[in-house]
C-alpha cells in the first residue's frame, strides 16, 4: 500500500499532536512540582535569614530580657501578692483622680521563673483622670499592664462628663530563691515518719 504525500503530511501531523500531548500530560505535573520545590527553597531560604537574623541577635535579647528581670519586684513565699498590688493599684488611681469601686484578684500564675495574678477593677472617673492613671501605669511601672479596657457613659455629678467601666491589670514579678524552692520541693507525706527519719 502506497502512501500519498498528503497521507504522509496527515500522518506525521497526527503523530507529531499524540506524541506532543503524550509529553506534556507526563510533563505538567513534573512542571508544577519543580514550580512548587522552588517555591519551597525560595521559603526556606526566607525562614532562614529570619532565624539567622534573630540569632545574630541573641545576645542583644538577652541583655534586655536580664535588664527587664533586674525591674521586676520581688516577693517572699508566703506574701500576699495581690493585697499589696492592691494598694499601689488604689494609690495610684487616687492621685490620678480616678476611683476604683471594686478590686477582684483573680489566681496567681507561674510562668516559667515568672509570676503573674490578673485584677479586674471597675471604676469611675472622667476621662483626664482614665488617661492619667494608665499613663502612670505605663510610665512608671515595667511589670504593669492593662489587658483589656471598657468604658462607657456615667451620670456626672454637677454637668461633668464621667465614664465608668471595667479595667484588668496584669501583673509581673518574681519569688525569691527560697520561695521558689519551697514550691519545687514535693511535700512530705505524713509529719510523722518525717520525724522518725530524723531521730534515727
Known amino acids: 500500500m502506497k502512501l500519498s504525500p498528503r497521507e504522509m503530511s496527515l500522518g506525521v501531523a497526527t503523530l507529531a499532536v499524540v ?28 525562614v532562614i ?11 542583644q535579647w538577652r541583655g534586655r530580657l536580664a535588664s527587664l528581670r533586674e ?11 495581690a493585697t ?31 509570676y503573674e495574678v490578673s485584677i479586674v477593677y471597675q471604676w ?8 492619667r492613671f494608665l499613663y502612670k501605669l505605663q510610665s512608671e511601672s515595667v511589670n504593669l499592664d492593662v489587658g483589656s479596657l471598657s468604658a462607657r457613659p456615667a451620670s456626672g455629678r454637677d454637668g461633668e462628663r464621667q465614664l465608668k467601666g471595667t479595667f484588668t491589670v496584669d501583673v509581673a514579678y518574681t519569688r ?19 520525724t522518725m527519719r530524723g531521730s534515727e
Open 19 to 46: 506524541l506532543g500531548a503524550g509529553t506534556w500530560m507526563w510533563a505538567e505535573p513534573r512542571i508544577a512540582a519543580l514550580e512548587e520545590l522552588r517555591d519551597r527553597k525560595r521559603e526556606s531560604r526566607l
Open 176 to 194: 525569691d530563691a527560697a520561695a521558689a524552692e519551697a514550691e519545687a520541693a514535693p511535700p512530705v507525706a505524713d509529719g510523722g515518719d518525717a
Open 84 to 114: 499589696t498590688l492592691m494598694q499601689m493599684l488604689r494609690g495610684k488611681a487616687a492621685a490620678a483622680g480616678l476611683t476604683l469601686l471594686r478590686d477582684t484578684p483573680q489566681n496567681e500564675r507561674r510562668v516559667g521563673e515568672l
Open 49 to 59: 535569614e529570619r532565624s539567622e537574623q534573630l540569632l545574630a541577635r541573641e545576645e
Open 124 to 131: 469611675e472617673g472622667s476621662l483626664e483622670s482614665l488617661v
Open 71 to 81: 525591674k521586676l519586684p520581688s516577693y517572699g513565699a508566703g506574701e500576699r501578692v
